[in-house]
């Protein structure tokens, strides 16, 4: 069975440029997240989706960050512009039948703001 | 607010001794507790999941434990190979936010 699948697996950009990161989970998992990782640091969520519903964008930076489920399956999270303090590794999760059950992360995207 | 917390921050162990790893938690409130590993520059490998009805999960050499009651839980590693070496993180599921709050992970060498 296929793990949860991410790209790119790095990236740099220049600060104020945009950038987006895909994520395919893991097939018949319904529940998608999308996690921040400093270095040192635990994950951060982002944001959790159930099938095309994000029901937690609490901590997503909504003046810059967006993301989107279209079709509850694959996912991309996008950054405009993108500032110096956004380099971090943005990982993905996905797990069965809701946030009760257990999460399965993808590799993550390292991304450098230069 | 949930916090979790992860003390040590790093540990050395010779190999083949048995080590704990600690996890604290502040609100008791959860629904379940996640072990994860981390290899540098990987994504988090599931390790175990202790809903908050179990008291402990086993998986071959690691058994992990929960009391909700101390705000608690830890991950025992048998027989420690230097393939055990890697960082340990533990993340608590909130029952009356939905949140799931990570600890800053410990960061584990077992030396050959």
């Known amino acids: 069975e296929a793990g949860v699948v991410q790209s790119p697996r790095y990236k740099i950009i220049e600060k104020k440029q945009p950038v987006a990161f895909w994520c395919n989970p893991i097939s018949g998992h319904n529940t998608l997240y999308w996690y921040l990782q400093n270095l040192g640091q635990g994950p951060e969520l982002l944001i959790r989706?159930?099938?095309?519903?994000?029901?937690?964008d609490s901590q997503l930076p909504k003046d810059r960050f967006s993301a989107e489920r279209l079709k509850g399956v694959d996912s991309t999270l996008k950054i405009q512009p993108a500032e110096l303090g956004d380099s971090a590794v943005y990982l993905c999760a996905s797990s069965e039948g809701g946030f009760y059950n257990e999460q399965f992360f993808g590799p993550g995207t390292r991304l450098t703001v230069l | 607010k949930q916090e979790v917390t992860q003390i040590p921050a790093a540990l050395s162990v010779p190999e083949g001794e048995n080590l704990v790893l600690n996890c604290s938690f502040t609100?008791?409130?959860?629904?379940?507790l996640q072990w994860f590993r981390q290899d540098p520059g990987k994504g988090l490998t599931s390790l175990l999941l202790i809903q908050s009805s179990q008291r402990e999960q086993t998986s071959g050499r690691l058994n992990a434990s929960l009391d909700k009651s101390s705000g608690r839980s830890t991950l025992y590693i048998a027989a420690s190979q230097p393939g055990d070496s890697a960082t340990y993180l533990c993340a608590a599921g909130g029952d009356r936010d939905d949140k799931i709050i990570f600890g800053k992970g410990t960061r584990l060498h077992i030396l050959p």
């Open positions: 609100d008791s409130a959860i629904y379940n």
């Open positions: 989706y159930e099938n095309e519903e994000a029901v937690d």
